[in-house]
């Protein structure tokens, strides 16, 4: 495996079960973020870990739960979500958080559907 | 806070028509500038990148952007289109040396771009 990996790729939960979404770089890196992309919305930030630690959490909800047991693994715990979030969760990595000096690569997304 | 702005939702061009997609920044200090794209059901790929010197930078694929100091823009920019460049398009925006932003990046709206045989 290449770059930065996401599974799965489409993911479709009631809005009272518990999923997670898991992120995996290849690439060395030392910072690791979650985004959302829903439709006709700008790419939103929600987490950010450099060297493990939560260093961003962009005012998201406590159904969404991030975890990062080392530097190449992103979760994103899921539980009793809305049908808003139905989006496009994406991972990135780069090689430090700090300012935006490193380029972020992205892994492919999971689409998620909250039925 | 830094903002981005891409004017331009949706266009449309020819093969082999010159492309020119708008992004306009707000930022206090100097900022870092990405162009990204996005091919339907995948992530982000990064085209190109300006952090200081040259304000012409080459990307891959054959994009390139310049960066405006005093119009705050930095338009994606290629000669030649190609089928295979429709996709959506992303401008965004990092602090630069000195900000304490911790690699936020803030993301324009995109734009679609649709490429006619």
């Known amino acids: 495996e290449t770059g930065v990996t996401q599974t799965p790729r489409h993911l479709v939960m009631g809005m009272t079960n518990k999923k997670s979404l898991k992120c995996e770089q290849h690439?060395?890196?030392?910072?690791m973020y979650w985004y959302k992309q829903s439709a006709k919305k700008p790419l939103e930030l929600m987490f950010v870990y450099n060297f493990k630690e939560q260093t961003e959490n962009n005012s998201v909800p406590s159904r969404f739960s991030p975890e990062c047991p080392n530097s190449s693994h992103l979760f994103l715990h899921l539980h009793t979500l809305q049908p808003e979030d139905s989006a496009l969760y994406l991972c990135?990595?780069?090689?430090?958080?700090?300012?935006?000096?490193?380029?972020?690569?992205f892994g492919p997304g999971t689409r998620l559907t909250v039925t | 806070a830094q903002s981005v702005t891409q004017p331009d939702i949706h266009i449309t061009v020819s093969e082999g028509a010159s492309l020119e997609l708008r992004c306009n920044y707000s930022y206090g200090a100097t900022p870092y500038l990405f162009w990204y794209v996005q091919s339907p059901g995948q992530g982000l790929q990064l085209l190109l990148k300006?952090?200081?010197?040259?304000?012409l930078v080459q990307g891959i694929k054959g994009f390139e952007a310049e960066f405006k100091r005093s119009q705050s823009s930095f338009n994606l920019r290629k000669p030649s289109v190609h089928w295979s460049d429709a996709a959506e398009y992303f401008c965004a925006v990092g602090a630069g040396a000195g900000g304490t932003s911790y690699g936020k990046l803030t993301f324009g709206q995109g734009t679609i771009l649709t490429v006619h045989p």
């Open positions: 690439l060395g890196h030392n910072a």
């Open positions: 990135a990595s780069s090689q430090d958080s700090q300012g935006a000096r490193y380029e972020q690569y």
């Open positions: 300006y952090f200081s010197g040259d304000t």
